[in-house]
């Protein structure tokens, strides 16, 4: 919980200002924010006009070398004349390069073939893992016993496995055509689709190790109040679905925490309830706009981690964080990117996390893959379950059923769910002097008596309130459907290896403790450990990211529609003091 005696000062480079009524904040229009500083290396566009698209290819594959020779990527993050990013050259996998000093290299074969993929007939039906039947039980442990028998050479042991996600999100790969440019999963669009592909051959794997070519894993169910527990078919000593390193105060009966919030104990229906909140927020009002929920565009010579869509940092990295050990130096397994593959739940997880890419596409009709060519065409290798390298595409994923698989439809509880403001708006007229002031006398209050400048760039060592303007007021429904009012917390600037976690509130003024299930919560950032540190001498360099957070339904919801600014608070939850936000803005997105 976040103590008032923490909430008063902001490192802000502000003179000294009078404290707001509540002593949680200073206030200031957000400046704006600096130019971005690129991500390592610096970059630099190679092209000079759009005539150069076909020549840009050429460049990428030979003369991108030369290029990049200099330490200087090519092409800018959304760049129309950008490239997919390619398959990484597996012979040029770094051994050293996790966080971790971890060597994740998977076993090199010069041949890759390109994967087809072909449907055996019969679909693989994922289902709850709560809800399995014994049969199924005995056949997934005997498959993930099998899988953990293997050599450790072979790509396809469940070491090997691990490695897969530590390679891709380690840092042991670069782009093809862009030495010392670090090739990452996370925190873009090809969240969604690495990992989907990357499940896809784990489960074959299993699959063929017990002669069964409709198994499928099952989904941790944890969107569901009676899935919201770590499963217990994990939680058996004596069986290969178990791993050691996990939180021991985690364990079933525990309820789920997607939002890692330490500061209170809430009952068990209430946890459930701020759960089901949080995945409305994620699912629905975060999640307007296809790089909202998806993440945002990541291109060929592009700056990693250009900002993470709503699944991805909530719940998913907050369900990371829950079930790793705290006791281990970086939150082992499932607590850090490179070990989070050691431990089954993992792929269990992540089922349902891909399943969440299903159930979003079905939740309304605006809720559409991108249709970008550099997604469509980013490839990646993977070990298939013939042990054969194989190349496979973004758009070759997008159907689970053409890669011969589907869901069991449960419930979705969490539709109705939308949350509800904290504070109980007044009208504004009843207010009598025995009555509590509105919201917007509230709100004027703060603003008038809060002072000082917020300087950007912030360090974020405790809480910080900054009014932003609004691009447009009084907005009409058919705008609203158009265009989703985002606010974007730009240039987040973090070392990737600690564990991290800031929230965002909107309107927060009676400086309370803002709960999943308020409105006035607008969502958060979360980083999983992860990272490269070729240099064990050096730090490891700071890397920088956005957050997008769709504020329209939440705008809605405070009845702040024709306001022209709005009051953002942040409130740093995990490694205090080691955030810097570069600015804050609302825009229009689509
Ligand atoms: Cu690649 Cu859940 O992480």
Not at 58 to 64: C, D, K, M, Q, W
Not at 266 to 272: A, Y
Not at 377 to 395: G, I, M, N, Q
Request: proline share 8%; net charge neutral.
């Amino acid at each position: 919980m976040v103590g008032m005696s923490q909430l008063i000062s902001t490192t802000l480079s502000s003179p000294a200002s009078p404290a707001c009524p509540f002593q949680r904040c200073r206030r200031s229009q957000a400046t704006a924010p600096r130019r971005l500083r690129a991500g390592r290396p610096a970059v630099i566009s190679c092209e000079s006009g759009p005539s150069e698209r076909v020549d840009r290819r050429e460049v990428l594959l030979g003369l991108g070398g030369m290029c990049a020779a200099g330490g200087l990527g090519v092409g800018r993050r959304g760049d129309a004349l950008a490239l997919p990013i390619q398959a990484p050259n597996l012979s040029e996998c770094q051994t050293s390069g996790t966080s971790s000093g971890n060597n994740c290299c998977p076993p090199y074969s010069a041949t890759i073939l390109d994967y087809k993929f072909t449907p055996t007939g019969k679909l693989r039906v994922r289902r709850p893992a709560h809800k399995v039947d014994e049969a199924y039980l005995a056949k997934y442990k005997k498959a993930v016993e099998l899988m953990r028998a293997l050599p450790a050479d072979d790509p396809r042991s469940f070491v090997q496995q691990a490695n897969v996600h530590c390679a891709y999100c380690d840092g042991a790969y670069d782009q093809v055509g862009f030495p010392g440019l670090e090739l990452q999963v996370h925190e873009s669009w090809l969240f969604f689709p690495f990992h989907r592909l990357y499940l896809h051959f784990h489960e074959r794997i299993l699959g063929k190790l017990i002669g069964d070519d409709s198994f499928a894993l099952p989904f941790w169910n944890w969107d569901a109040p009676d899935g919201m527990i770590l499963p217990r078919i994990y939680t058996d000593p004596s069986s290969s679905l178990y791993d050691p390193l996990r939180n021991p105060a985690h364990q079933p009966p525990e309820v789920l925490d997607m939002d890692l919030d330490d500061g209170d104990a809430p009952t068990r229906q209430k946890q459930i309830e701020r759960n089901l909140s949080l995945m409305y927020r994620q699912m629905v009002s975060n999640a307007k706009t296809t790089p909202l929920f998806m993440g945002l565009p990541y291109r060929a010579g592009g700056n990693l981690k250009p900002g993470a869509g709503s699944m991805e940092n909530s719940p998913h990295s907050s369900i990371h964080i829950w079930v790793g050990d705290p006791s281990q130096p970086d939150g082992e397994d499932m607590g850090t990117f490179y070990a989070a593959g050691r431990d089954p739940i993992f792929y269990a997880h992540h089922a349902n996390v891909d399943r969440m890419w299903q159930v979003w596409k079905k939740l309304s009709p605006r809720n559409v893959d991108f249709t970008d060519r550099d997604w469509l065409d980013t490839s990646f290798l993977f070990y298939d379950e013939d042990a054969r390298l194989v190349r496979v595409k973004v758009r070759d994923c997008l159907e689970p059923e053409k890669l011969g698989f589907t869901y069991q439809e449960v419930d979705i509880p969490w539709i109705k769910k939308r949350a509800t403001p904290r504070a109980t708006p007044t009208s504004e007229s009843s207010s009598t002097s025995s009555s509590p002031p509105s919201r917007k006398k509230r709100r004027a209050k703060l603003l008038k008596s809060a002072g000082g400048a917020v300087t950007f760039p912030l360090t974020l060592s405790s809480v910080a309130c900054i009014t932003v303007k609004r691009p447009k007021v009084s907005r009409s429904q058919t705008d609203k459907d158009k265009e989703e009012e985002t606010l974007v917390v730009e240039g987040i600037e973090f070392n990737p290896k600690n564990r991290l976690k800031f929230d965002v509130y909107v309107d927060d003024t009676d400086a309370g403790e803002v709960k999943p299930d308020d409105s006035e919560f607008a969502g958060s950032f979360i980083n999983v450990p992860h990272g490269r540190n070729h240099d064990k001498k050096k730090k490891m360099e700071p890397v920088t990211t956005t957050l997008r957070l769709g504020i329209t339904d939440l705008l809605e919801d405070l009845k702040l529609d024709d306001d022209d600014e709005v009051l953002v608070t942040l409130i740093p939850r995990k490694g205090k003091g080691k955030i810097k936000i570069g600015g804050i803005r609302i825009e229009l997105s689509s």
